[in-house]
């Protein structure tokens, strides 16, 4: 491109900025935090960026990269450690550009390039360059009054750049801008994707922080596959601070074919195992270093945290303290019961014992009269029973009766058997005179002597009547007997 063909370039992108919002491109995006920096804590306490390295007057801090202080003539650049193998890429850089001046000096550069420009003249990086270099244009070599402005230069390696007359002909891309002096942090874009070079900005005065407008697109551009990302800066008479805040780098994809087996190679796998090594090592030497000089301190617990196995144990020693409480407090209320069981029957003892040396008048308290309502349901029990006795008696008589008739029928034993009669009639009468008594009476239980005591046990009883009915049996036999043996004489 001559320069008579960038000059109305130019000059449309001066007048007719580019207002339009950029849309990213719509690709699978990595972050690659080998290609970049950002803050708080950018820097380690020793001064290194993680993955970068810095020449020059370059001075990164904890929360930017001073790529060079305002002071006149200083050159300062911070590159990747690493070259990039992504095809398509897009990186976000943020910065200041601060001076007290009306204008200011040289501008910042941001760098895919196949070598480190670590330093040199073009914003202070090195030139012939072959790459890529987006260009931040503060002061106006040509005297265009176009400056600050955005420059897009490529290079072959073998192309020196056009410094006098900011790039001239060797711009591929630009726009005018104010990144100067901005209240808020000036923020670019820059995305190669499918051949394709776009640069988008944000001032920071937009109410999204996702806004970002067109600056320029270049097409069918081609960049070096493999490269090193880079940003440098240069005072020249005029002086400003610049500041990179952060630059965050990302890999795009449309098929994601890059990151198909989410793999690494086995030399990065043996780098960072290295490193690992390393850190480990430095951290037992400081952990060292920091026990010497501070003896008193107490080492660090190495069994902070429990495993599975001594928190499984720990839940089953609560649930067995738990199962403990709860029986003790189960034990004590059996206690509690017992006590009052004892009371009771303690308290009923004592009741009873009142009941059988108290005589019943009938005007007792309650418990006395319950108690002998007891008492009288059991007489009327007993008396059943022995009318139960009686009955069967009754029977055994007829029994007896029926004997003599079939052993024989002589009048004999007639009288005899009056005699058994009468005797049973006897039995009957004191039984009749045992039951009557109480059942007319209505008399209280176990009455002063002489009256014959009713607490008689009804198996004695029985077992009298028993003997007396095997008594009588027996001598009706022997009568019976003793008359069929008279009958033999006569
Ligand atoms: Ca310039
Ligand atoms: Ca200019």
Redesign the pocket.
């Known amino acids: 491109m001559s320069l008579l063909g960038f000059i109305p370039l130019l000059l449309a992108s001066a007048l007719l900025p580019c207002l339009s919002q950029s849309e990213p491109p719509t690709a699978h995006r990595r972050f690659e935090y080998k290609f970049s920096f950002k803050g708080p804590h950018l820097s380690l306490p020793n001064g290194d960026v993680p993955f970068w390295d810095y020449y020059g007057d370059a001075i990164p801090g904890t929360e930017e990269v001073r790529l060079v202080p305002s002071l006149r003539s200083k050159s300062g650049s911070i590159w990747t450690k690493y070259n990039a193998s992504f095809e398509h890429w897009e990186v976000q850089i943020s910065f200041r550009i601060t001076g007290r001046g009306r204008s200011g000096a040289d501008g910042l550069a941001v760098w895919y390039t196949r070598q480190r420009g670590e330093t040199g003249s073009v914003y202070g990086a090195s030139d012939l360059w072959d790459g890529v270099g987006i260009f931040f244009?503060t002061f106006?070599?040509?005297d265009?009054k176009?400056?600050p402005?955005i420059l897009v230069v490529g290079n072959n390696g073998k192309l020196v750049y056009d410094h006098p007359n900011?790039g001239a002909s060797q711009v591929l891309g630009a726009c005018v801008r104010n990144f100067r002096n901005t209240p808020h942090p000036f923020r670019a874009r820059i995305t190669y994707y499918k051949k394709t070079l776009s640069i988008a900005i944000n001032t920071g005065l937009s109410s999204s922080d996702e806004f970002y407008e067109t600056c320029t697109e270049i097409k069918d551009m081609v960049v070096p596959s493999l490269g090193f990302f880079g940003v440098s800066a240069a005072t020249g008479a005029l002086a400003d601070d610049h500041d990179v805040l952060s630059f965050l780098t990302f890999s795009l994809s449309d098929t994601w074919k890059e990151a198909a087996d989410g793999q690494i190679s086995k030399s990065e796998m043996d780098k960072f195992q290295k490193d690992f090594e390393h850190f480990e090592k430095e951290l037992e030497k400081q952990k060292e270093d920091f026990q010497k000089q501070h003896p008193e301190e107490r080492p660090p617990v190495e069994d902070l945290f429990e495993s599975d196995s001594q928190r499984e144990l720990e839940m089953v020693l609560d649930g067995q303290n738990r199962v403990l409480r709860e029986l003790g407090h189960l034990s004590e209320r059996l206690m509690m019961v017992s006590e009052e069981q004892k009371r009771h029957w303690d308290l009923l003892q004592r009741n009873l014992a009142n009941e059988t040396t108290t005589t019943v008048t009938g005007g007792q308290g309650q418990a006395a009269g319950a108690a002998l309502e007891a008492a009288l349901n059991g007489r009327s029990d007993l008396l059943q029973m022995l009318e139960e006795v009686r009955a069967n008696i009754g029977k055994i008589t007829a029994k007896a009766k029926e004997m003599p008739q079939s052993a024989g029928s002589s009048a004999g034993p007639q009288s005899s058997i009056s005699d058994i009669k009468e005797h049973f009639d006897v039995v009957k009468r004191s039984l009749q005179s045992l039951v009557k008594n109480p059942v007319h009476g209505h008399r209280p239980l176990c009455p002063a002597a002489p009256v014959v005591p009713s607490c008689v046990s009804s198996g004695i009883f029985l077992l009298f009547l028993l003997m007396q009915t095997i008594c009588t049996i027996c001598y009706l036999a022997y009568r019976t007997k003793k008359d069929a043996s008279l009958k033999k004489f006569f």
Do not use: P
Request: aromatic residues 0%.
């Open positions: 244009d106006d070599n040509d265009r176009n400056n402005i900011d």
